[in-house]
């Protein structure tokens, strides 16, 4: 197949029988990714936009915190490493291990509380619009029903998009291109297929987005952290109909005439 899809054969058990078929999968490769020669983590991850979720990653997770001390990155295909060139002392990254679980960014602290939630109109005409245009743009989940997508919203509509096996390394993508391209991010809104956890909400906090969008669910600790750091959390966005979890007394819901 491709660097992204893998053929398999399964057995279809229907009606009292076993049928041989094939069907396309996601691929998931391992990837280690190091700062200046030294192991940060390792990620499952589909091997596409490397560089947009290292630098989407080190930054999400709090180790780098300004453009100016990413210096590039080199990248071995097999086995899969990406080296991360910082100028960043060592204490920083033993900092991170030290406080790193298994889980990204589970455990650790976020700074950057805002005193109030920003102001944030939501026009829900365009917003559906971008919605269908998120649900149909991934050709490989189509396929596969087996990767998780996540999108970055600009003035309500979508600036950047992304895929992977994993809803954090989608999301880190996305992140990593609103970092190399220096948009701001106090202007944009996050959108993910997968369920909105602390350790999303960690990472939009870091970056200073103003809401987050799922398609799916939002847990107890996600609604803790974003009331705590005044982002919007906004849930099961499907079918023309939205939950606003946060700030719902400060959102300005609006309808233009955009179709």
């Not at 999968?25 to 979720?53: F, N």
């Not at 997770?61 to 060139?85: F, V, W």
């Not at 600009?154 to 291109?177: H, I, M, P, W």
């Not at 970056?207 to 799922?214: D, E, H, Q």
């Amino acid at each position: 197949m491709d660097e992204l899809r893998f053929l398999h054969e399964f057995g279809m058990y229907k009606d009292g029988n076993l049928e041989l078929k094939t069907a396309v999968c996601a691929r998931e490769r391992s990837l280690e990714l190091r700062i200046d020669g030294q192991r940060i983590t390792t990620l499952s991850v589909l091997p596409d936009m490397l560089e947009e979720l290292a630098v989407g990653y080190v930054f999400s997770e709090g180790i780098l915190s300004d453009i100016e001390e990413y210096m590039g990155l080199d990248i071995t295909p097999d086995p899969l490493i990406i080296d991360i060139a910082a100028t960043i002392d060592d204490r920083r990254i033993a900092s991170f291990r030290d406080r790193h679980n298994p889980v990204p960014g589970y455990g650790t602290d976020v700074e950057g509380s805002r005193d109030s939630f920003p102001e944030f109109h939501l026009d829900i005409n365009v917003f559906f619009r971008e919605l269908e245009k998120f649900n149909d743009q991934s050709h490989l989940n189509s396929e596969t029903k087996g990767v998780h997508r996540a999108a970055v919203l600009y003035e309500g509509t979508q600036l950047y998009f992304a895929e992977d096996v994993s809803r954090y390394n989608a999301v880190d993508k996305v992140c990593g291109l609103v970092i190399l391209e220096d948009v701001p991010v106090g202007d944009c809104v996050l959108l993910c297929s997968g369920r909105i956890t602390s350790q999303i909400v960690k990472k939009a906090v870091r970056l200073g987005f103003t809401a987050v969008i799922s398609q799916s669910a939002v847990t107890s600790e996600a609604i803790r952290l974003a009331w705590k750091h005044r982002i919007y959390l906004i849930a099961f966005a499907e079918n023309r109909q939205f939950r606003v979890v946060t700030g719902f007394d400060q959102i300005k819901i609006e309808r233009s005439n955009s179709v």
